[in-house]
Structure formats: structure tokens, C-alpha cells
């Protein structure tokens, strides 16, 4: 039920529902999407769902997280990346073998500690975590030339427009009882916005949590 042959399945199912980056592909097909989901689970993790990793969160959809990657690495290679909502850490498991520096921020503490184990363990060299609230982004580290958010405010915070590098793209959802998916390109102090499909996020919350 983990094997390369159910793996393959759900790269061929991505592949069908419109997913085009052969890279993206190949690193979804690597990815051991079990390791990320309580092992109850883990006969589940290789369907397109979002699956519950508790504190009332979800690992994303396979698709999503494919679509979102795709999204973001289309305008060529990035060097330095901002991912809010780490989760279980799967999105950042997709993105780490794409891009050069990969920083990842969660709120939840109990979420942020278990991905942290896990990362670590399967040798996520690129990866740094941080137990913060990203509406803040992680200025320290920035600029970014692609900024990835997993749950959704009202509007993109200013603070992660601001730690946009020029050139970069960030890509998150939007809205409360509708979200869209929202693409936001920097060109020096000018930034494009396009709104594109539906999506269903978690939603963007306020603090930490311990
Ligand atoms: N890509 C992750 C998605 C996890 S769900 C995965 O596949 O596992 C989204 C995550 O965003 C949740 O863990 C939630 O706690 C976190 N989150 C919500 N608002 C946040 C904020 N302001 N700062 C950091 N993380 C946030």
C-alpha cells in the first residue's frame, strides 16, 4: 500500500487532473507521503486528499501541493524560499529538492516538533524550521524569490509582500467562506496580482500556539 507502484498511481492520477512539471512529478513519486500522516493513516496517504495530522490540521492534497510547486518554480529556478504553515512537512519535502534554501514557519508547536523529527530524519539538509506565526514572514532570512503560504487570510499580510525579492512570486490562498488561489509577482515597489482557481485551506491564524 507504500509501494512505488501506489506512488505511480498517484503521480498518474496528478498527471490526468492537468499537472505538467515533470520535475514536481518525479519528486511526488520519491516522496513517501506515509512517513508524513499517523501510521492509521497511513494506508490512506497516497489518495488525492487532504488527510487530518491533528490539532485540527490536514497534510494538503497531493494535487494542491503539486499545483502550488508548479506555480511558483514556472518563472525558473529559485534560490531562496518562505514556506508559512509547515504542517507535517510535506509541502516542504516537495519543495526542498527543488529549490536552493528552504525556510518553513508553523504555529502549532506540537506540528512544528513532529515535522521537525521527521525532516531530520529524512535528511532534509536545505530545511529550517521555525515555531513562529508567519504573518510576521521570517525577515531574518529574506528577500525571497518565492513565498509559499498552506492557510488562508483574508488578504496576503504586507509583511510577506515585503520579503518578496524583486523578480520573486509568491503564491497563497485567499478569502474566508471562498478561497482563491492568489499569484502575486514583485516588480521592484509594483506588485502584479492574479487570482486563479478555487481552493480549500485551513485558515491563516494569529500567534503561536503551545
Ligand atoms: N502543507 C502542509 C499544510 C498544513 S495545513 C502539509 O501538507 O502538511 C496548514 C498549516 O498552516 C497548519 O499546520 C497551520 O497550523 C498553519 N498555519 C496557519 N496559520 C499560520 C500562521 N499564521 N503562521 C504559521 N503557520 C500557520
Do not use: C
Not at 494535487?63 to 504553515?85: D, K, Q, S
Not at 492557510?151 to 520579503?163: C, F, K, R
Amino acid at each position: 500500500m507504500t509501494s512505488q507502484r501506489t506512488r505511480n498511481r498517484l503521480v498518474q492520477r496528478l498527471r490526468e487532473a492537468g499537472i505538467k512539471n515533470d520535475e514536481v512529478l518525479e519528486v511526488i513519486a520519491q516522496t513517501p507521503r506515509h512517513l508524513f500522516v499517523d501510521e492509521a493513516l497511513a494506508h490512506r496517504a497516497y489518495e488525492d486528499t487532504a488527510l487530518p495530522i491533528g490539532n485540527g490540521q490536514t497534510i494538503s492534497q497531493p494535487y494542491t501541493v503539486a499545483r502550488m510547486t508548479e506555480i511558483l518554480l514556472a518563472a525558473g529556478p529559485l534560490n531562496r524560499v518562505l514556506e508559512i504553515g509547515t504542517g507535517s512537512g510535506y509541502q516542504t519535502a516537495i519543495l526542498s529538492p527543488l529549490v536552493g534554501k528552504l525556510f518553513s514557519v508553523e504555529r502549532i508547536e506540537p506540528l512544528h516538533e513532529k515535522a521537525r523529527l521527521r525532516l531530520q530524519k529524512l535528511n532534509y539538509r536545505n530545511v529550517h524550521l521555525k515555531l513562529s506565526d508567519g504573518t510576521w514572514g521570517w525577515p531574518e532570512h529574506g528577500l525571497y524569490d518565492g513565498i509559499l503560504a498552506a492557510a488562508a487570510p483574508e488578504d496576503v499580510p504586507d509583511s510577506l509582500l515585503q520579503q518578496l525579492a524583486d523578480g520573486g512570486r509568491l503564491i497563497m490562498p485567499v478569502g474566508t467562506h471562498e478561497q482563491k488561489l492568489v499569484l502575486i509577482t514583485r516588480h521592484g515597489e509594483h506588485f502584479s496580482r492574479k487570482t486563479l482557481e478555487s481552493v480549500r485551506f485551513v485558515p491563516f491564524l494569529p500567534g503561536v500556539q503551545r
